[in-house]
């Protein structure tokens, strides 16, 4: 067997020394003398555990309570109510991962080690915030120090927690099946593709930023993001692409090293069309395209039922994309970052989640109020949720979503940069766009679905109701192949049968996903896409019925979609 670590280390071209400036020359006693605990090995949280009964006392107390209030939350909240939140693994439990796109067992062990007890997580005071900065805009001290950090990280023996090695494991153990479910059975824990997407991810940088910082002695270092929302930080920002820095990564996909990046995944070569549906897809997934919390944040996802309910928008749309957009087509599994098991060894890859957190923040804070009822989950299966983690001290950490909703209690807050996506409504499209059509031109939706996606096709569906109307377009049960890359694309009354240009009323948005284990090697979900902006763009509120045009971004089987229609938004009176 391979040894685990020969991709680890830092290449030996890496020539980073210690800087000659007093706050980054003193050697931290943190990094020779990692805090190994020999207390009795872990025991975690399991059914008998007193902190986590009390969890679950605690949380019937509120249901009570809530009662009411509760039942109207799962009005417009799929999925049961009447479960647990998904509980933190059991690390002595973790077990082998998996390829998933073999389904082989991976030649590696992504299970952390088990040094000692747990403690519940306290946000800890602190005196400034960490402010994060656009990777592309990074001044060079900032970038010495951000390398510097990850070179210590590199340094530190193997087993220590905080290892570099040991920090992509996190995301390898939590996404590639390493972990069961606490006391059901075999039913895996699953961080991706349910409303655990930003929460997890917020946590695991959290501490992945502590600890870089505290390999530095500077308590106010800050990962940086990729800004590749913004026209000007669409490509990987250059500070990753010098071979000898510590944040250098060999595994990226050497077309797209300068390449202006692909939210879309339309194929596009041309730069200025492909700035143009980048911002498309961001006002879409952010802006107009969620008609309540879950359409952005994910689906629910609750102790005891199957992984991947289903992603949210920004999920499913950027943040995929760009995954595959790095990620190295030379290798077999897309490695680094294509593939789940292996995207935390590129360091791009925590900077690309930044931006994704941030736009969890953007999202709450910046959107208009008047697009979706709450951005706020309430419910206490997700609030509840816990994750374990190593901190910077190397003590191991049980942390709750309920800690995580606000950035600058965890003591870090963002650059502003503007953000020309926010109003990035396609101009109206008229006549132009519109469809000259009889209606028996096109097959009605009945003789389409269930549907086996392998190429473009182009349908009817009737309107749910007629004149200015508030609706989604739903579809239902698509079932993937988890092992594979799979995309897709909504137009609605589009004439192009593989559109390159996004920048147009009829893009109504999107479902991919990145290869990851699942218990079935299938899941089904269901995604809905808000209409109401483009009837409005279009003109074709009058009209009966909309043509749908769905277009397959890979290639190959492995997705069937059960079902079509549009209803009428639940959420508005
Ligand atoms: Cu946990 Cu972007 O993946």
Known sequence: MASLYLHCTAPPS??????????????????????RSHRHPLRA?????????????????????????????????????????????????????????????????CCPPVTGDIIDYKLPTFYKLRTR?????????????????????????????RSFMQQAFIH?????????????????????????????????????????????????????????????????????LDPKAAIYDAKRNPDNLKAVVDLGRTGSKDPMQLVTNNLTVMYTEMVRGNADVYDFMGQPYREGTPVNPGPGSSERGSHTSLHIFVGDPREPSGEDMGNFYSAGRDPLFYCHHANVDRMWTLWKDVLPKDKVPTKDITDPDYLNASFLFYDENAQLVRVYVRDCLDTRKMGYDLQRIDLPWLDYRPPIQTAL????????????????????????????????????????????????????????????????????????????????????????????????????????????????SIVVTIVPRHSGPGVTIGGIKIIENPNKA
């Open 433 to 544: 766009a519109r469809i000259k059509r009889t209606t028996s031109f096109f097959p009605k939706v009945f003789s389409v679905f269930p549907l086996n996606l392998t190429k473009v096709v182009r349908f009817e569906v009737q309107k749910a109701k007629k004149g200015k109307a508030d609706e989604l377009l739903v579809l239902e049960d698509i079932t993937v192949d988890t092992t594979k890359f799979l995309k897709f694309d909504v137009f609605v009354n589009d004439e192009d049968d593989n559109p390159l240009e996004l920048d147009k009323a009829a893009y109504a948005g999107t479902y991919a996903q990145v290869p990851h284990k699942a218990p079935k090697k299938t899941s089904t979900t269901s995604i809905r896409l808000r209409l109401t902006d483009l009837y409005e763009d279009m003109d074709i509120g009058d009209d009966d």
């Open 14 to 35: 890496s020539k980073l020394r210690p800087s000659p400036q007093p706050l980054l020359s003193k050697p931290s006693p943190f990094i020779s003398h990692a805090r």
């Open 133 to 161: 900065q656009s990777a592309h805009r990074l001044n060079p001290t900032d970038v010495f120090k951000y390398n510097l950090a990850i070179q210590r990280m590199k340094e530190l023996p193997e087993d220590d927690p």
């Open 172 to 240: 390898c153990a939590y996404c590639n099946g390493a972990y069961n479910q606490p006391g059901q059975g075999d039913l895996d824990i699953q961080v991706h593709n349910s409303w655990l997407f930003f929460p997890f991810h917020r946590w695991y940088l959290y501490f992945y930023e502590r600890i870089l910082g505290k390999l530095i002695d500077d308590p106010t270092f800050a990962l940086p993001f990729w800004n590749w929302d913004n026209p000007k930080g669409m490509t990987i920002p250059p500070i990753f």
């Open 45 to 109: 949280s399991s059914q008998s555990d007193s902190d986590s009964s009390k969890g679950r006392l605690d949380r019937r107390n509120v249901l009570l309570g809530l009662g009411g209030l509760y039942g109207a939350t799962n009005l417009i909240s799929p999925g049961s109510a009447s479960a647990n939140p998904v509980q933190a693994p059991e690390l002595d439990k973790c077990g082998a991962a998996t390829n998933l796109n073999n389904q082989q067992i991976l030649d590696v062990n």
